[in-house]
C-alpha cells in the first residue's frame, strides 16, 4: 500500500525503542512530542559513510535546535544496540530510534525499491520530516542529500518560528 505524506497532514504516531547518551534505552511515542516541533531523520544504516555524516551533522546542530524547542530522531532499521555503538562511536547526542520490523518506514512511504550497479531491493530512502508542534508535517525531504542537509532543517525549522 503506497502511502502520500504531505504537508499539512497529521505525522504518524508511533513508539519505537531508542537509544540516547547518559539515558540509556527507553522507548519514544511521537505524540508524546507534542508542544515541541520535530526532526524526524530516516536512514539506511549505522556506521556507514553517508549516514555517518548526516547523524554527525544533526547531532553538531543539536544545540541550535535545542534553542528552538525541537526533538531530533533519527530512525533506521538498525537494533538499538547497534544504535548504542553508533551513538557512542561517533559521540551522538541525539536520539535513535529502533524500527527493526519497519512498520514506522512504511507508515513514513520511506521503504522503497532501490537499484544499485542494476541490482533491486528495498530499502529506506533517506528522508526527512520537520513536524510542528500539533504533530503536522511542515516539509518534507526525500531523497536526501547529506552535504549541507541539517542546515538546511535547521533554517526550515527558524523559518516556522
Known amino acids: 500500500m ?4 504531505t504537508r499539512g497532514k497529521l505525522a504518524p504516531d508511533f513508539t519505537l525503542p ?5 539515558k540509556g ?17 530516516f536512514y539506511p544504516k549505522d556506521m556507514t559513510p553517508g549516514c555517518t555524516t548526516e547523524a554527525i551533522a544533526f547531532s553538531s546542530l543539536k544545540k541550535d535546535f535545542d534553542t528552538l524547542g525541537v526533538k ?15 551513538i557512542t562511536k561517533h559521540d551522538l ?3 535513535l530510534a529502533a524500527d527493526e520490523d519497519g512498520e514506522v518506514c ?5 521503504w522503497v525499491l532501490k537499484k544499485l550497479y542494476g541490482r533491486e531491493y ?4 533517506r528522508s526527512t520530516f520537520l513536524i ?29 518560528q
Open 2 to 5: 503506497e502511502i502520500e505524506l
Open 18 to 22: 531508542t537509544a540516547e547518551v547518559g
Open 25 to 41: 534505552n527507553s522507548e519514544i511515542t511521537l505524540s508524546s512530542l507534542r508542544g515541541n516541533m520535530v526532526v524526524l531523520f
Open 72 to 86: 531530533i530522531i533519527g530512525i533506521s532499521k538498525d537494533s538499538v544496540a547497534r544504535h548504542d555503538k553508533f
Open 93 to 95: 547526542n541525539m536520539i
Open 106 to 110: 512504511e507508515a513514513y512511504g520511506i
Open 122 to 125: 528495498m530499502g529506506i530512502e
Open 132 to 160: 510542528d508542534a500539533d504533530g503536522k508535517i511542515v516539509q518534507i525531504w526525500r531523497k536526501v542529500r547529506v552535504k549541507n542537509h541539517a542546515e538546511a532543517v535547521l533554517e526550515a525549522a527558524q523559518g516556522t
